[in-house]
């Protein structure tokens, strides 16, 4: 029986606020979790550069898109053994770099903040006297992140009216593309943090040869219908200024993920055996190893598949 999801229109590019110069440059599935048998379409916007969904979900079927299964409600090294563990090392030293100069009575806070990866790794490098917190709106990753011993807020950031100037590092790690309204989300991020308190963000890269090569179906980072805003260079610095923040730095990071989702998405709407489409997932190291040698080739060049960028609110 076929499952479809209530969308709805958005009409309009969230960084420049005008839809008069989008048009589709893209249609697809859910290649990975098959939540609906909906097609969906991606528009770029010329003006900015943003790529975002439209229509999208609505967000009474936010339960039905991130299901159970969802790989950052339980990324655990049981369930992805080699991957986990070098992804903890790439991110372990990703953070120590981010945090290194932290007072010893920093506050972080994580916003989206799944079952606590990024947080149970700052507990184990960072000091110990840092006080650690995150922002997440699925129960069954803030029960995760609780049983771990993990500060957990429950709810999305923009209602929880967490205090102002409180915290002085925030992370949104593989977050951002995942809202509705990301210079809203931003604005409450710099709310909340003390002046010059500063936010690291992770985020797919639409200026990266991956994202060339897939973009008219197929590309990992579509995640289609769970990234609703995706950036380049030019639409993150726009978004960064629309949320009066300072670019502290925006360099491009090596990612094999979207590289093997694209593979993967390409495979199964060919109707390729299951047999030879499991072999591009999270869990694979041979699928994953290989695109990380290629990532690192471009991302040499300034063109890996990821964004990372640091934003400081000013003194």
Known sequence: MPRSLLLERVGRCCVCGTGDHASPIATGEDFEYETSDDTFIAQ???????VYLDPRPAM????????AAYHAYEFTPERYGMAYRVRA??????????????????????????????????????????TLEGVDPDPKAVEAARSNGLRMHLGVLDE??????????????????????????????????????????????TGSPDFALAKRRHWGGYHFPRHWNLFDERSMRRLATNADFEVVSLRTMMSPVNWTYSVHNLLKDWGAPSILTRQFGLDKPIALG????VDSLFTFLGK????????????
């Not at 009474?60 to 299901?67: D, F, H, M, T």
């Not at 290989?290 to 040698?293: A, D, E, K, L, P």
């Open 44 to 50: 770029h916007c010329f003006e900015c550069g943003l």
């Open 290 to 293: 290989f695109f990380t040698v």
């Open 160 to 205: 929880l009216a967490l205090p102002a100037d409180t915290f002085d590092f925030a992370l949104l790690i593989m977050t951002i593309e995942h809202v509705a309204e990301p210079e809203q989300l931003l604005r409450e991020v710099r709310r909340i943090l003390k002046p010059g308190g500063r936010v690291g963000i992770v985020t797919d890269n």
């Open 89 to 130: 090392w790439l991110e372990t030293r990703r953070l120590r770099r981010w945090t290194r100069d932290l007072a010893l009575d920093a506050r972080i806070i994580d916003v989206g903040a799944g079952d606590g990866f990024h947080l149970s790794l700052l507990s184990r490098i960072g000091k110990p006297s840092w």
């Open 304 to 315: 890996g598949a990821l964004l990372r960028v640091m934003l400081r609110k000013e003194s």
């Open 60 to 67: 009474s079927e936010l339960p039905k898109i991130y299901g």
